[in-house]
């Protein structure tokens, strides 16, 4: 069945065929979505194009989302190519690898500045201009994790750029809902990519997850893509200002 048929996303955060939101943009595309995939910069963009050339020839454009011009042209060529937006995904999060070890208070203020910039303010900046692109019924979602409200050893400035991520989705969900444009967010059990193996003693916090969520595995990205479409799709529709977890239970397990 396809749920997605003749919507028009576009999927922020791919790096490499490992990405949270590469699954992601196979799941939507599988549904029948149209897609736009961004990148960063040169060096993940061989990668998105590969993955673009599977998915129905998808167009691909740069965007630097710590630039509001990169942001504006972003969505100038979605408004270009569809002139509407349906879905918006944005799977993109950063802290240095010195602040994801040892202590929080050690977090340096340009390191804190970054990780809130990349990880959170730059949903906020996207969803401004696209809001003239979304369509009724539109929806947004982003990626966060339970370190958001845990303190979870060595996520240290990530959770609380996640957090401000979380706040900043009940905002834009206030803001937006009016319009019919629903915003929400996945909270995501640990999973093996590029940007969490940055995270000091990762394959720990797998073991642990692991042996004491209630469905005694990990979850995968695939996992977190049929949330995705879940969100996406209209059998969410009166869905927002939420935050989904994805993670085999283990967000609501006390002591083990």
């Given amino acids: 069945m ?5 919507k028009r996303a576009c999927v922020l955060g791919v ?3 490992w990405s949270i ?17 961004t990148y960063e910069g040169e060096r993940t963009r061989d990668e998105v194009e590969k993955l673009a050339r599977e998915l129905g020839n998808a167009p691909c454009t740069a965007c630097d989302v710590t630039s509001d011009e990169s942001i504006e042209a972003l969505g100038t060529t979605i408004d270009a190519t569809w002139g509407g937006l349906d879905i918006l995904v944005h799977s993109l999060a950063f802290a240095r690898k010195e602040e994801l070890a040892g202590q929080y208070l050690a977090t340096s ?11 959170a303010y730059s949903l906020v ?33 990530m959770g609380v750029a996640k957090a401000a991520l979380e706040a900043s989705v009940r905002y834009l969900a206030a803001d937006l809902g009016p319009r019919g444009v629903r915003v929400n967010a996945i909270s995501a059990g640990p999973i093996k990519t590029a940007s969490a193996r940055a995270v000091a003693d990762f394959t720990k916090i797998l073991g642990q997850v692991a042996a004491t969520a209630p469905l005694q595995r990990n979850v995968t990205a695939e996992d ?33």
């Fill in 2 to 6: 396809s749920l997605l048929s003749g």
């Fill in 15 to 17: 790096a490499n065929r």
């Fill in 21 to 37: 939101a590469t699954a992601i943009a196979r799941g939507l595309h599988a549904h029948g979505a149209s897609l736009i995939l």
């Fill in 109 to 119: 203020r340009a390191g804190f500045a970054l990780a809130m910039d990349i990880s």
């Fill in 125 to 157: 900046a996207l969803c401004r201009r696209c809001s003239p692109l979304f369509t009724p019924g539109a929806s947004v979602m982003a990626m966060t994790y339970v370190g958001s409200s845990r303190a979870v050893r060595n996520y240290n400035v």
């Fill in 224 to 256: 977190v893509a049929g949330a995705a479409i879940f969100l996406a799709s209209d059998l969410s529709s009166a869905v927002t200002g939420h935050v989904l977890f994805v993670d085999a239970g283990h967000n609501m397990v006390g002591i083990a």
